[in-house]
């Protein structure tokens, strides 16, 4: 069924670009276009372990540095007679994910039939919710998701890279699926409606592991999968109102097939489809907007590494996280509250995970697509247990971090 869908797909997309009537008018070029942005920060933070397993108390650590961010996106578009846009778009790394050096590749077809994407881009079920979503729609500084763990210690045994496909610290819908090639059509806007969905074949992405994809490739990973999402955005009495859903689902290759929770030198249980749901509501007056969202993994598992995402099931990444955000506009300047708690399973051998977050943020823009930010954040880990080398134990960091930073978002075309 899958394949037929995919064929159709294929065919109803090379129908509408080469139909004779409709092709583009000769002498038309694409227009191609620089765009990206960069970071710079500096900042302080102060970190305390306590380790209960030890009965002892590390020294508290206070340290200073300087950060970078920064990605060149490179764009291509143009248009058919016909109305259709044709959009490609390749995303360059320069820091941040090192040996991934392309972020997302992927081409658009947009019409008045709505939008089918190709590549390897977010699942409709993330993009669907993601502007909707807690601090992701409130946040004007630093990512309450991303920069935390920047500057303050994780607890020792939470694996940092994890994180973000389970449930301690990102309330995404990435779930192991994150970039994965993909397709995802969206339909176009009606009465305040939209609704998306993606079929994933594997859950690799193919800028990152050799050329991905291929059938031998689903023994040791999530595939078949599909990804469904739907927002609404409305205004009632001068309140700007929006929600949205996601949900995500895939088969697992099965190998591991015994019951097992979190027993020393075994593996989860992975023969189960993985799902995850997120759900967000957002909500504008006046200059403020306050926004909240969730989610939930349920028989999602990795590897140690990241090797693998239905195999080699050594880490189960079930869990709820909440992130909740509120922000205030006044011209230029900009603040925002953010927080974020997630609880996680975690590693076999190990406990349960927990993550809290907190940041404050002060911006404004100061022209040119410049803009100055300040952040407070605070951030405090758990790992209720670690396995032979600490029985019993628990790892608890908590640490406050002041940054400032600017950043330059430009284009050239």
């Not at 909240?292 to 090797?307: L, Y």
Request: charged share 20%.
């Amino acid at each position: 069924m899958n394949k037929q869908l995919l064929a159709s797909t294929a065919l109803v997309a090379a129908g509408m670009l080469m139909a004779p009537s409709m092709a583009s008018a000769a002498g038309k070029t694409v227009k191609l276009g620089l765009h990206g942005y960069m970071e710079q920060l500096v900042g302080v933070a102060f970190d305390r372990s306590d380790s209960e397993s030890t009965l002892t108390r590390a020294e508290s650590t206070t340290s200073f540095d300087q950060m970078t961010e920064s990605e060149i996106h490179f764009k291509g578009s143009g248009k058919l007679d016909n109305g259709i846009t044709i959009i490609a778009d390749v995303q360059l790394e320069v820091s941040g994910s090192p040996g991934n050096i392309i972020d997302e590749q992927y081409m658009i077809i947009r019409g008045g039939f709505g939008q089918l994407t190709l590549g390897s881009e977010d699942n409709a079920g993330h993009l669907m919710t993601i502007g909707y979503s807690g601090s992701w729609a409130t946040g004007v500084g630093q990512s309450l998701t991303f920069d935390p763990a920047d500057w303050i210690t994780l607890a020792n045994g939470i694996n940092a890279g994890a994180r973000f496909d389970g449930t301690l610290n990102d309330v995404r819908l990435r779930s192991v699926d994150n970039d994965s090639s993909k397709i995802s059509y969206f339909t176009p806007r009606f009465s305040g409606f939209q609704v998306g969905a993606s079929y994933i074949p594997n859950f690799q992405q193919q800028t990152a592991v050799a050329l991905g994809g291929s059938v031998a490739g689903k023994s040791a990973l999530y595939h078949e999968g599909w990804a469904l999402g739907a927002n609404y955005t409305g205004k009632f009495s001068g309140v700007g109102v929006g929600v949205a859903v996601g949900y995500l689902t895939a088969e697992s290759s099965g190998a591991q097939s015994a019951t097992v929770e979190n027993t020393t030198n075994r593996t989860f249980k992975n023969d189960d489809d993985m799902s995850a749901l997120s759900g967000a509501i957002r909500i504008d007056f006046g200059g403020f907007r306050v926004a909240a969202a969730m989610k939930r993994n349920e028989d999602v598992v990795n590897g140690a590494g990241g090797v693998g995402n239905g195999a080699f099931s050594t880490r189960s990444l079930d869990g709820v996280i909440f992130d909740i955000g509120a922000r205030y506009k006044m011209g230029a300047h900009m603040m925002s509250l953010g927080y974020r708690q997630g609880r996680m399973e975690g590693e076999v051998g190990g406990g349960n995970e927990e993550e809290k977050a907190f940041m404050a943020s002060y911006a404004r823009n100061l022209g040119a697509g410049v803009k100055w930010h300040a952040n407070l954040m605070h951030s405090d880990t758990e790992d209720d247990h670690r396995g032979a080398a600490l029985v019993n134990g628990k790892s608890d960091i908590s640490g406050w971090a002041m940054s400032t930073g600017l950043r330059q978002i430009g284009r050239a075309s």
